[in-house]
Protein backbone atom coordinates (compact mmCIF):
# COMPACT_ATOMS: atom_id res chain seq x y z
CA UNK A 1 0.00 0.00 0.00
CA UNK A 2 1.51 3.48 -1.04
CA UNK A 3 2.19 5.96 1.51
CA UNK A 4 0.53 9.11 1.66
CA UNK A 5 2.26 12.29 1.54
CA UNK A 6 0.22 15.92 2.49
CA UNK A 7 0.24 18.70 4.44
CA UNK A 8 -0.41 18.85 7.96
CA UNK A 9 -4.28 19.26 8.68
CA UNK A 10 -4.99 21.90 11.22
CA UNK A 11 -2.02 24.87 12.65
CA UNK A 12 -0.26 24.21 15.49
CA UNK A 13 0.75 27.55 15.94
CA UNK A 14 -2.55 28.32 17.78
CA UNK A 15 -2.05 25.58 20.29
CA UNK A 16 -3.44 24.85 23.10
CA UNK A 17 -6.80 25.81 21.68
CA UNK A 18 -8.86 26.53 25.14
CA UNK A 19 -11.34 29.11 26.21
CA UNK A 20 -10.27 32.68 25.87
CA UNK A 21 -10.16 34.18 30.15
CA UNK A 22 -12.14 37.05 29.20
CA UNK A 23 -14.54 38.24 26.52
CA UNK A 24 -12.54 41.20 26.61
CA UNK A 25 -9.36 40.68 24.02
CA UNK A 26 -5.88 41.29 25.25
CA UNK A 27 -3.54 43.65 23.83
CA UNK A 28 0.14 43.44 24.36
CA UNK A 29 2.14 45.35 22.50
CA UNK A 30 1.03 49.06 20.66
CA UNK A 31 1.93 51.12 17.79
CA UNK A 32 3.68 54.32 18.96
CA UNK A 33 4.23 56.47 15.60
CA UNK A 34 3.71 60.71 15.44
CA UNK A 35 4.62 63.16 17.05
CA UNK A 36 1.11 63.83 18.70
CA UNK A 37 0.30 62.38 22.03
CA UNK A 38 -2.49 60.43 22.01
CA UNK A 39 -4.77 57.00 23.06
CA UNK A 40 -3.89 54.45 20.60
CA UNK A 41 -7.24 52.06 20.77
CA UNK A 42 -10.79 51.76 20.91
CA UNK A 43 -13.74 49.50 21.32
CA UNK A 44 -16.56 48.85 19.66
CA UNK A 45 -19.43 46.06 19.15
CA UNK A 46 -20.10 44.52 16.21
CA UNK A 47 -23.41 44.67 14.67
CA UNK A 48 -23.00 43.24 11.00
CA UNK A 49 -21.74 42.98 7.70
CA UNK A 50 -23.13 44.83 4.33
CA UNK A 51 -21.11 46.00 0.81
CA UNK A 52 -20.25 49.09 -0.89
CA UNK A 53 -19.03 50.27 -4.12
CA UNK A 54 -16.02 52.27 -3.98
CA UNK A 55 -13.10 53.39 -6.78
CA UNK A 56 -10.27 51.34 -6.40
CA UNK A 57 -7.66 53.26 -4.90
CA UNK A 58 -4.84 50.56 -4.33
CA UNK A 59 -1.72 51.19 -6.53
CA UNK A 60 -1.06 48.68 -9.26
CA UNK A 61 -4.22 46.99 -8.79
CA UNK A 62 -5.80 45.01 -11.78
CA UNK A 63 -8.50 47.64 -11.76
CA UNK A 64 -7.32 50.69 -10.30
CA UNK A 65 -9.55 53.60 -10.88
CA UNK A 66 -12.66 50.89 -11.34
CA UNK A 67 -16.04 50.79 -9.76
CA UNK A 68 -15.35 47.55 -7.57
CA UNK A 69 -17.74 46.20 -4.57
CA UNK A 70 -16.14 45.51 -1.18
CA UNK A 71 -17.53 43.92 1.68
CA UNK A 72 -17.25 46.01 5.26
CA UNK A 73 -18.22 44.81 8.72
CA UNK A 74 -20.46 47.33 10.52
CA UNK A 75 -18.93 48.37 14.34
CA UNK A 76 -20.99 50.51 16.07
CA UNK A 77 -18.63 52.77 18.65
CA UNK A 78 -20.59 54.55 21.51
CA UNK A 79 -18.06 57.16 23.17
CA UNK A 80 -15.86 55.27 26.12
CA UNK A 81 -15.57 56.86 29.55
CA UNK A 82 -11.89 57.37 30.86
CA UNK A 83 -12.57 56.87 34.71
CA UNK A 84 -8.65 56.53 35.84
CA UNK A 85 -5.14 57.41 34.32
CA UNK A 86 -2.11 54.73 35.76
CA UNK A 87 1.59 55.72 35.72
CA UNK A 88 4.11 52.93 35.55
CA UNK A 89 7.56 52.59 36.00
CA UNK A 90 10.48 49.62 36.01
CA UNK A 91 11.35 47.47 38.55
CA UNK A 92 13.59 44.93 38.99
CA UNK A 93 13.24 44.48 35.26
CA UNK A 94 10.05 44.73 34.94
CA UNK A 95 6.95 47.86 34.91
CA UNK A 96 5.03 48.35 38.64
CA UNK A 97 2.28 50.56 38.81
CA UNK A 98 3.81 53.49 40.33
CA UNK A 99 0.69 55.71 41.01
CA UNK A 100 -3.01 55.98 39.63
CA UNK A 101 -5.85 58.79 39.32
CA UNK A 102 -9.60 57.98 39.85
CA UNK A 103 -12.41 59.92 38.27
CA UNK A 104 -14.58 61.73 40.42
CA UNK A 105 -18.03 61.52 38.27
CA UNK A 106 -17.87 58.03 37.95
CA UNK A 107 -20.82 55.97 35.91
CA UNK A 108 -23.31 54.94 38.57
CA UNK A 109 -22.95 51.11 35.89
CA UNK A 110 -19.35 51.23 36.54
CA UNK A 111 -20.51 49.05 40.48
CA UNK A 112 -21.09 46.34 38.69
CA UNK A 113 -17.72 46.04 37.28
CA UNK A 114 -15.25 46.77 40.33
CA UNK A 115 -15.03 47.59 43.83
CA UNK A 116 -13.27 50.96 43.48
CA UNK A 117 -10.06 50.99 45.19
CA UNK A 118 -8.69 53.28 47.83
CA UNK A 119 -5.94 55.92 48.01
CA UNK A 120 -3.00 54.65 47.30
CA UNK A 121 0.46 56.29 46.32
CA UNK A 122 0.77 58.07 44.01
CA UNK A 123 -3.03 58.90 44.04
CA UNK A 124 -2.70 62.86 43.27
CA UNK A 125 -1.37 64.99 40.56
CA UNK A 126 1.39 66.24 42.28
CA UNK A 127 2.55 62.63 43.52
CA UNK A 128 3.00 62.12 39.60
CA UNK A 129 4.58 65.03 38.64
CA UNK A 130 7.17 64.74 41.32
CA UNK A 131 8.49 61.12 39.87
CA UNK A 132 7.95 61.95 36.25
CA UNK A 133 11.31 61.09 35.98
CA UNK A 134 10.68 57.52 36.86
CA UNK A 135 7.33 57.02 34.62
CA UNK A 136 8.03 54.89 32.27
CA UNK A 137 4.55 54.36 30.69
CA UNK A 138 1.35 56.52 30.85
CA UNK A 139 -1.87 54.75 30.70
CA UNK A 140 -5.40 55.73 31.05
CA UNK A 141 -8.20 53.27 32.42
CA UNK A 142 -11.33 53.33 30.01
CA UNK A 143 -14.71 51.01 30.04
CA UNK A 144 -17.55 51.08 27.18
CA UNK A 145 -21.07 52.17 27.24
CA UNK A 146 -23.26 49.29 26.51
CA UNK A 147 -26.12 50.37 27.78
CA UNK A 148 -26.29 52.82 24.80
CA UNK A 149 -26.73 49.97 22.35
CA UNK A 150 -30.04 48.86 22.29
CA UNK A 151 -28.50 45.74 20.82
CA UNK A 152 -26.58 44.78 23.64
CA UNK A 153 -28.41 42.91 26.19
CA UNK A 154 -26.51 44.18 29.09
CA UNK A 155 -25.64 46.90 31.84
CA UNK A 156 -22.04 45.79 32.92
CA UNK A 157 -19.40 47.78 31.33
CA UNK A 158 -16.06 46.48 29.84
CA UNK A 159 -12.56 47.61 31.41
CA UNK A 160 -9.85 48.30 29.63
CA UNK A 161 -6.29 49.92 29.69
CA UNK A 162 -4.85 51.84 26.44
CA UNK A 163 -1.64 53.50 27.06
CA UNK A 164 -1.37 57.26 25.51
CA UNK A 165 2.18 57.27 23.23
CA UNK A 166 3.96 60.01 21.51
CA UNK A 167 5.71 63.02 22.88
CA UNK A 168 7.23 64.27 26.02
CA UNK A 169 6.13 61.77 29.94
CA UNK A 170 4.81 64.78 30.68
CA UNK A 171 2.88 65.84 27.54
CA UNK A 172 1.04 62.23 28.31
CA UNK A 173 0.40 62.99 31.62
CA UNK A 174 -1.13 66.19 30.74
CA UNK A 175 -3.23 65.05 28.15
CA UNK A 176 -4.71 61.30 30.63
CA UNK A 177 -4.97 63.97 33.17
CA UNK A 178 -7.44 66.62 30.64
CA UNK A 179 -9.63 62.82 29.47
CA UNK A 180 -9.82 61.98 33.51
CA UNK A 181 -13.64 62.06 33.82
CA UNK A 182 -14.64 62.24 29.74
CA UNK A 183 -16.52 60.83 27.08
CA UNK A 184 -14.15 59.85 24.47
CA UNK A 185 -15.48 59.77 20.75
CA UNK A 186 -13.80 57.44 17.99
CA UNK A 187 -13.07 60.53 16.29
CA UNK A 188 -10.45 61.43 18.81
CA UNK A 189 -8.72 58.25 18.13
CA UNK A 190 -8.60 57.07 14.58
CA UNK A 191 -9.34 58.53 11.09
CA UNK A 192 -10.69 57.62 8.00
CA UNK A 193 -8.46 55.41 6.16
CA UNK A 194 -6.12 54.12 8.89
CA UNK A 195 -4.79 50.98 9.10
CA UNK A 196 -5.97 48.99 12.11
CA UNK A 197 -5.22 45.21 14.15
CA UNK A 198 -8.33 43.93 15.13
CA UNK A 199 -8.87 41.49 18.48
CA UNK A 200 -11.74 39.89 19.14
CA UNK A 201 -12.86 36.57 20.83
CA UNK A 202 -14.42 33.96 17.61
CA UNK A 203 -17.23 32.54 17.29
CA UNK A 204 -17.58 29.57 20.18
CA UNK A 205 -18.58 25.82 18.92
CA UNK A 206 -18.22 24.07 22.10
CA UNK A 207 -16.67 20.37 22.08
CA UNK A 208 -15.71 19.10 18.87
CA UNK A 209 -13.99 15.92 17.52
CA UNK A 210 -10.63 15.18 15.63
CA UNK A 211 -12.36 15.81 11.91
CA UNK A 212 -14.04 18.74 12.37
CA UNK A 213 -11.35 20.62 14.91
CA UNK A 214 -8.28 19.85 12.94
CA UNK A 215 -9.59 18.67 9.63
CA UNK A 216 -8.30 15.31 9.32
CA UNK A 217 -9.23 12.39 6.71
CA UNK A 218 -11.97 10.20 7.57
CA UNK A 219 -11.23 6.52 8.01
CA UNK A 220 -10.53 4.11 4.65
CA UNK A 221 -12.76 1.24 4.64
CA UNK A 222 -10.04 -1.18 5.67
CA UNK A 223 -8.96 1.09 8.47
CA UNK A 224 -12.46 1.62 9.81
CA UNK A 225 -13.05 -2.55 10.83
CA UNK A 226 -13.60 -1.14 14.38
CA UNK A 227 -16.43 0.44 13.61
CA UNK A 228 -14.77 4.06 14.44
CA UNK A 229 -14.45 6.33 11.18
CA UNK A 230 -13.99 9.64 13.01
CA UNK A 231 -11.33 9.39 14.78
CA UNK A 232 -7.38 9.46 14.72
CA UNK A 233 -6.07 6.21 13.69
CA UNK A 234 -2.72 5.94 16.21
CA UNK A 235 -1.87 8.35 19.30
CA UNK A 236 1.55 7.22 18.63
CA UNK A 237 3.69 4.13 20.07
CA UNK A 238 3.66 1.96 23.23
CA UNK A 239 7.03 3.49 24.61
CA UNK A 240 7.18 5.84 25.76
CA UNK A 241 3.52 5.44 26.82
CA UNK A 242 3.24 9.91 26.18
CA UNK A 243 0.28 11.21 23.94
CA UNK A 244 2.16 14.05 22.30
CA UNK A 245 0.04 17.04 22.31
CA UNK A 246 0.75 17.38 18.40
CA UNK A 247 -1.64 14.62 17.97
CA UNK A 248 -4.86 16.13 16.78
CA UNK A 249 -7.99 15.16 19.85
CA UNK A 250 -11.12 16.31 20.32
CA UNK A 251 -11.62 19.00 22.45
CA UNK A 252 -12.84 23.25 22.69
CA UNK A 253 -13.32 24.57 19.41
CA UNK A 254 -13.77 28.21 18.91
CA UNK A 255 -13.97 30.79 21.60
CA UNK A 256 -9.96 31.55 21.00
CA UNK A 257 -8.98 35.56 21.05
CA UNK A 258 -7.72 36.02 17.21
CA UNK A 259 -5.89 38.69 15.86
CA UNK A 260 -6.32 40.76 12.45
CA UNK A 261 -3.77 42.74 11.53
CA UNK A 262 -3.87 45.89 8.67
CA UNK A 263 -7.55 46.28 8.43
CA UNK A 264 -8.62 49.36 6.87
CA UNK A 265 -11.11 51.83 8.38
CA UNK A 266 -13.49 52.95 5.30
CA UNK A 267 -15.96 55.33 6.98
CA UNK A 268 -16.90 57.32 10.16
CA UNK A 269 -20.51 57.95 10.76
CA UNK A 270 -22.62 59.70 13.35
CA UNK A 271 -26.43 59.09 12.03
CA UNK A 272 -27.07 55.21 12.41
CA UNK A 273 -29.87 55.24 9.88
CA UNK A 274 -27.30 55.91 7.29
CA UNK A 275 -26.24 52.70 7.05
CA UNK A 276 -28.88 50.04 8.81
CA UNK A 277 -30.67 47.91 6.44
CA UNK A 278 -34.50 47.01 6.09
CA UNK A 279 -35.64 45.44 9.55
CA UNK A 280 -32.14 46.03 11.07
CA UNK A 281 -28.85 43.73 11.14
CA UNK A 282 -29.71 39.78 11.96
CA UNK A 283 -29.73 39.20 15.84
CA UNK A 284 -28.30 42.54 16.38
CA UNK A 285 -30.80 45.27 15.07
CA UNK A 286 -30.97 49.21 14.75
CA UNK A 287 -27.76 51.15 14.99
CA UNK A 288 -27.90 53.88 16.77
CA UNK A 289 -24.73 55.48 17.94
CA UNK A 290 -21.74 56.29 16.10
CA UNK A 291 -20.28 53.39 13.50
CA UNK A 292 -17.97 52.64 11.41
CA UNK A 293 -16.72 50.72 7.97
CA UNK A 294 -13.69 47.87 8.38
CA UNK A 295 -12.78 46.30 5.06
CA UNK A 296 -13.50 42.70 5.03
CA UNK A 297 -15.04 40.52 7.80
CA UNK A 298 -14.06 40.52 11.57
CA UNK A 299 -13.41 37.51 13.92
CA UNK A 300 -16.72 36.45 16.53
CA UNK A 301 -20.26 36.66 15.96
CA UNK A 302 -22.58 39.96 16.10
CA UNK A 303 -22.44 41.49 19.81
CA UNK A 304 -19.05 40.89 20.23
CA UNK A 305 -16.73 43.66 21.53
CA UNK A 306 -14.09 43.92 19.15
CA UNK A 307 -11.04 46.31 20.47
CA UNK A 308 -9.27 48.42 17.85
CA UNK A 309 -5.78 49.56 17.71
CA UNK A 310 -3.37 51.58 15.68
CA UNK A 311 -1.53 48.90 13.23
CA UNK A 312 1.95 47.71 14.51
CA UNK A 313 3.16 46.68 11.14
CA UNK A 314 1.09 49.05 8.90
CA UNK A 315 0.86 48.54 4.78
CA UNK A 316 2.18 51.77 3.06
CA UNK A 317 -0.28 51.69 0.55
CA UNK A 318 -3.37 53.39 1.63
CA UNK A 319 -2.80 57.47 2.22
CA UNK A 320 -6.11 58.74 1.68
CA UNK A 321 -9.89 57.86 2.53
CA UNK A 322 -11.89 55.89 -0.40
CA UNK A 323 -14.35 57.33 -2.41
CA UNK A 324 -17.60 55.75 -1.82
CA UNK A 325 -20.31 55.37 -4.56
CA UNK A 326 -22.90 53.27 -2.88
CA UNK A 327 -23.45 51.59 0.81
CA UNK A 328 -25.86 48.67 0.51
CA UNK A 329 -28.87 49.15 2.53
CA UNK A 330 -30.42 45.66 1.91
CA UNK A 331 -32.54 43.87 3.84
CA UNK A 332 -30.78 40.78 5.31
CA UNK A 333 -33.95 39.02 6.37
CA UNK A 334 -34.33 35.44 4.90
CA UNK A 335 -30.67 34.90 4.28
CA UNK A 336 -29.83 32.68 6.55
Known amino acids: MGHLHRPRRGSLAYSPRIRAKSEVPRIR ?88 PKKTRGSSAEDLAAIIDNITDIRVVAHTNPKLVKGIPKKKPELMEMPITNGAMSERLDMARGLLGQQVPITNVFEVGDILDVSAITKGKGTQGPIRRWGIMLAKRKHARTGKVRHVGNLGPWHPSHISWRVPQLGQMGYHQRTEFNKRLMAIGNDGSEITPDGGFLGYGVV ?49
Do not use: C
Not at 69 to 86: D, G
Open 29 to 116: SWAADGEKAGITGFAGYKAGMTHVIMTDDRPRSLTEGMEISVPVTVVEVPPMNVVALRAYEMYNGGARPAGEIWADNLDSELSRALTL
Open 288 to 336: NNQYILIKGSLPGPVKRLIRMRKATRPEKNFVKAPSFLYVSKESKQGLR
